[in-house]
């Protein structure tokens, strides 16, 4: 997408940097780990939600319930999550994190996120002020938007 906006061009071209080391981050700690895109996508969904269960993870991903069933036993062999019975409903199985999940979680982001310790460190303080007001400035727009009802995937905090 080109624009005659230099403003505008500017943010395109910052947000195609940041998807690309953050994804290129993303991938190779997957890779690493052994971890499908739609694991860590579980993970990450898991951490908004006290529990949840297949179905709702199954609509959550657009796979079948036996699809997201076989990925949910993966998870629980590689010991990042624990199914158990429901209290308030014996019939249905709750799913949750476990600390290895929530380490995986914290990595993950480490990964997409650790190049700009680099990036950052070739700043002056000058810079980094300066920096700082604009990307508040430009934070606080975006929060004006509001936040879609699905698709935040960053946990509120760790």
Known sequence: MSSPDPFLST???WMGLIMHRSMRGYMHYA?????????????????????TGV???????GVSSAAASQMLERLVEEGLIQRSENPDDRRMKQIILTDEGH??????????LGWLEELTANFSEEEKEQITSALELIINKAKELGFPEKGDCLPKEF
């Open 11 to 13: 943010i395109h071209d």
């Open 31 to 51: 890779r690493e780990k052994g971890l499908s895109r739609s694991m860590i996508g579980t993970l990450f969904h898991l951490i908004h939600r006290d529990h």
């Open 55 to 61: 179905t709702d993870l199954s609509e959550h991903l």
């Open 103 to 112: 380490r995986v979680i914290k990595e993950t982001i480490d990964a997409r």
